[in-house]
C-alpha cells in the first residue's frame, strides 16, 4: 500500500468499538449525575470525560500509533493549563486562610 | 581601530538574489520567501515604532512641568494608553523573531524556507489586520485603558473604543502564534543533514523557546481579550463586581500571557546576543549548553510568575508568598547567560565593532533592569514602589535597554546579509552611543522619582520632582536622536553603502555562507555541517597561518 | 575560513504534490502533522481558559451553578453528545477510507460527519431559543426564576442573580464550541467537494487526517462541557 502515514491503517472494527464505549459512557455519566455520592459527583463525572477523551485521542487521533514527540507535545500542553488552573485556584482558595 | 572585516578588493553584488529574483507588488504582497515576508515586517513594525515613539514624546513633554498644561487627564491616558500597546504588541512581540527569526533563522539551519512558508505570509497580514483594528480604535479617539485593560474600567465605565483595541490585539497575537508554530516544526524537522540540536546556533534555541512560549501563552490572551470585548458589548458579568464577577480574574488571566509575554520580549535578544558575543570576542560561547538550556528554562518558569504583578490587587498573601519566590528564582537561569557571555570575554579578542558595542550595552542594561526586577520581587518593597515611576523603569530599562538594543545589535549584525550592503561604522558607532547616553539620563532619573513616591500614569506631579522629571525629558530628545540616526543610514547604506561580501565578519553559522544578499532558496546547494558552532579557534588558527 | 560545512547537491525529483521546502512526501506529511498539533495545543489553551473562570465560579457560586445546571434540558445534551461521537466515528472511517483510496466511501463518510455536524448546531439553536424565551440569557432581560421543582425550597434571590455568571460562561463555552463546529463544517463542505474531484489519494490525503484531528479536537471539548455544564448534581434533593 503506497501509503506516507506512520504505516499503520487502524481497522474500522476498532473505531466502531472504542465508539460504542465512547456511547456508553455517555450514557453512565449522565445516570451517575442522578445519583447522590457526595463529593465523588464531580470526581466520577471528570473521570469519566477522562477516560472518553483518552480513548478519542488514543484512537480516534491516533496518538497511539505515532511518534512520541506527539504525545509529548499534548502533554505540555495539558501540564500548563494546569499550571494556569492551579495556581490561579490556590489564590481564591487561600484567600481566607488565617495565620 | 581593529575591526573584523576583511578589507574587500573589489566585492560585487551577487547577480541572482531574494530581491531581484522577481518584481513587482504582486511578487512581494503574495510571497512565500521568509526573507521578503522578514522586510514587510520590518518596514511595519518600524512605522508602528515611530507612532509608538511619537506618543512617548508627547508624554516626556507634558512631564516637564508639575502642572498639567498639555493635556488634559484623559488624553494623557490615551496617549500612555497607546504607547504602551503599540510598542508592547506592535512592536517589542514581533520585533526580533518577524524580522530576524524570519530572516536568519532557516538559514542557521541550513533550510530552503520555513516549514510553512503560506502560514508566514498569513502571519504577516494577520499582524496588519490586527493593526488595522487598533489603530483604527487610535484614529477614532483613542484607548485610555491602559495597555492593561484592567476590568471593571475597560469593560463598563469608559466610553473609547476599547473592543476594537482588544480586538486588534487579539488578532495581532494569532499572527504570534503562527509565527511560532512555524519555527518550532521548522526547527524540529527542517535541519540540514549533521545539524544536530547541540550544533544549533544559540540563536536558534531563543527561537524555539520563544516559540514555545507564544504558542501556549498568546491564546490566552485571545481569550481574555474576547470576554473583555463580549462584556463590554453585551453587558454580562464575569469581571464586573456589580454583576458577581470577579476583576482579579481578569488580571490573572492578562498577566497569564503577559508575564510570559515580557519573557517573548526578552528571549531572543538574549539569542541574538549569544551569537554576537563570540563573534566580536573572537571566542567560542562560555558554556554553551548552559545557555541553551537557561533559554527553555526562563521559557517555562515565565509560565510560574505571572502574579507577581497582582502583588496588590488583593490576591492572597500565601498565593503572593509562593509567586515572590518563583520570582527570585527565574533570575537564576537569565543571570548564568550573564556570566556566560562575559566568561566568552574574557581572554577573547574584543572588537569594537556596532553589533558589539549595542550588545555590551545591553549586559549592562538589562543587568540593571532585571536587579530592578527582583526589588520588585520582594513583595515588602513592591507595596512601596509598585505603580510609581520604579517600574516603569525597571521595564524600560529591560525592554528598552535591553531588547530594543539587542534588536538594535541583530539589525547592524544582519544588516550586510539582507541587503549586501554596509552601514557607515562611524554613523553607527556615533548614534550607539547616543542612544546609550540618551537612554540612561531618560530612565535612571526614573528610579529614584518611583522610589519618592511619584505614581505613574499621572499627567501631573508635585514639585519637588520636577528637577527628575526634566532630566528625563531631556534624555528623551537624546534618545530619540539616537533612535532616529539609524533609521536615516541605514537607509542611505542601500544605495551607498560599501558592498559587504559573503561574510564582513568572518563569523561562524550557516548564513554567513551564502552570498549577500542571498538567493531565493537560501543555498546553491544544501549544506552538510560537520562542525560545532562557534568554532571561532578554528578560525583563529587560520588567520595566524594566513597572516 | 574553515570549511565548516560540504555540500549536497539539492534532490532533483520533485513529485507534484511536493512542495519547494521539503525533501521528501514523508518529509512534508509529518511537518503537517506536527504543525496541527501544535495548532491544537493553542486551542487548548485557549478553550482552557474558559474552563479555568468556570472552575473559580463554579467553586464560588456553587447553588447559582447547581440551579442554572438544572434548568437545561439533559436529553437534548445527552442526544447531541451521542450525535458528536457519532460523528467522530465516522470522521475516522472517511480517514481510513482515504487511506485505502476508497472514494465513494470517503465522500459519504465525510457527508455523514457534515449531516451529524448540522444535526448538533440545530439542536443547540433549539437549546439557545429556550434560553432566550425564559429569559436566561445574560444582557438581554435576564430574570432567572427556577422552575419549581417538587419538594424543594425555591431559589434565593441572590443565588438567583448569581445564575447570570452561569449562563455567561455557559453561552461563552457553547458559543466558542459552536464557532468551531461552524468552522468544521464550513471546511468540511470544501472537503468534500475536493475529495469529490479526487484530491485525496492514499498518498496524499494529509488535509483529511489533519482535519480529522480538529474535528475530534472539537469533540474533545464538548466531552468535558457536557458534564461540567449539564450535569452539576441533577440529585432530587438540592444542597
Redesign the interface.
Known sequence: ?????GGH??A?RI??L??AI??VF??L??W?????FGIF??II??L??FT??SL??L???HVKY?PR??AL??G???F??SI??VL??SD??TRHWVG | MSTATISPAALEMPRDTYLNASYGVKSWFLTKDHKRIAIMYLVSITSFFLYGGLMAIMMRLELLTPQPDLFQSDVYNKLFSMHGITMVFFFLVPSIPAVLGNFVLPMMI????????K?NLASWYIFMIGACFTFSAYISGGVDTGWTFYTPLSTGYLNTHVVAAALGVMIAGFAS?FTG??F??TT???RA?GMTWFRLPLFVWSMYAVSVVQ??????L???LI?VA?ERA?????FNPA????PV?FQH?FW?YSHPAVYIMILPGFGVISEIIPCFSRKRIFGYSAVAFSSMAIGVFGFLVWAHHMFVAGISTYSALVFSLLTFIIAIPSAIKVFNWTATMYKGSIHFDTPMLYALGFIGLFTIGGLTGLFLAAIGVDMHVTATYFVVAHFHYVMVGGMLLAYLAGLHFWWPKITGKMYPEAAAKLAALITFIGFNLTFFPQFVLGYMGMPRRYHSYPPEYQVLNVLSSAGASVLAVGLLMPMFYMLWSLKYGEVAGK?PY?A?G?EW?TDSPPPA?N?????????EAY?YE??L??EVEVG | ??S???????PHHHPESL???FDT???Q???A???M?????????????????Y???R???YPAFVAGSNSIS?VLG?IN??VL??S??T???AV?SA??GARKLLIFFLTATLLLGLVFLGIKGVEYHDKWVEHHV???NFHFVDPERPGEAPVPADVA??T??YF??YF?MTGMHALHMCIGVGILLALIWKAYRGAFP???YTMI?NF??YW??V??IW??L???L????????MH
Open positions: 500500500m503506497a501509503t506516507t502515514h491503517i487502524v474500522p473505531y466502531v472504542i465508539w465512547l456511547i455517555t450514557g455519566t449522565a451517575a449525575s442522578f445519583g447522590d459527583n464531580p463525572a471528570l469519566i470525560a472518553k477523551a478519542v485521542i484512537f480516534f487521533m505515532s514527540m506527539i507535545v499534548i505540555c500542553g495539558l500548563f493549563l494556569l488552573m490561579t485556584t481564591y482558595i | 541550513g533550510a530552503r524556507d520555513l516549514a510553512f512558508p502560514v502564534i508554530l512555524n518550532i516544526v524540529h524537522r527542517m543533514p504558542v501556549l501563552a498568546t491564546p490566552v485571545a481569550i481574555t470576554l463580549v453585551f453587558h454580562i458579568g464575569i454583576l458577581g464577577g470577579d480574574l488571566m497569564f561574510n568572518r561562524t550557516l555562507t532558496h543555498f546553491h546547494e544544501t549544506p552538510v555541517v560537520t562542525q568554532d578554528s578560525l588558527q587560520e | 575560513m574553515a565548516d560545512t560540504t555540500t549536497l547537491a539539492a512542495h519547494e521546502q512526501l514523508e518529509q506529511k509529518d511537518v502533522q506536527f504543525g498539533w501544535i495548532f491544537l495545543v493553542t486551542e487548548i489553551m485557549f478553550f482552557g481558559g474558559l474552563f479555568g473562570a472552575l473559580i465560579y467553586n464560588l457560586y439533559i445527552t453528545t451521542a461521537i457519532c467522530s466515528l470522521m475516522a472511517m481510513h487511506a485505502i445574560p444582557g438581554a442573580s448569581q447570570s455568571i455567561s460562561l461563552l492514499p498518498h496524499h487526517e480529522g484531528l475530534h479536537f469533540d474533545i466531552i468535558f457536557f458534564p461540567l449539564y450535569l452539576i448534581s441533577r440529585t432530587p434533593q
